[in-house]
């Protein structure tokens, strides 16, 4: 079992810098981290990931260029920087953990390849 903590959300209006963080209770060299983002009466997103002993990281089209997804390896702890916020950044972001197993790069953008979640932070955009 792995248990994640988000924490980092808040209101910030449009423009403005935000990061989360995902504490993992304990993390592995063959881990994945992804951050997805789930707005009112949308489907859970894909945003960010990476992988947890290669810096290999891939981001959706919507974020790229705003969002950096990052780890800190003693810290146990992934990233999302998240620059240049938009109105329509705003949602419950969820880090989760996929922790064994071969995966294709689009797969990554399923929830369904991770297995482990956090409990999620909220994070609102004012314009």
């Known amino acids: 079992q792995v248990q994640l903590v988000e924490s980092g959300g808040g209101l910030v209006q449009a423009g403005d810098s935000l990061r989360l963080s995902c504490a993992a209770s304990?993390?592995?060299?063959?881990?994945?981290m992804g951050w997805f983002r789930q707005a009112p009466g949308k489907e859970r997103e894909f945003v960010a990931s990476?992988?947890?002993?290669?810096?290999?990281?891939y981001y959706a089209d919507s974020v790229k260029g705003r969002f950096t997804i990052s780890r800190d390896n003693a810290k146990n702890t992934g990233y999302l920087q998240m620059n240049s916020l938009k109105r329509e950044d705003t949602a419950i972001y969820y880090c989760?953990?996929?922790?064994?197993?071969?995966?294709?790069?689009?797969?990554?953008?399923?929830?369904?390849?991770?297995?482990?979640w956090g409990q999620g932070t909220q994070v609102t955009v004012s314009s």
């Open positions: 304990r993390t592995s060299s063959n881990y994945i």
């Open positions: 989760a953990v996929r922790s064994s197993g071969t995966i294709y790069l689009f797969q990554l953008r399923s929830s369904r390849s991770y297995d482990y």
């Open positions: 990476i992988t947890w002993s290669g810096d290999n990281t």
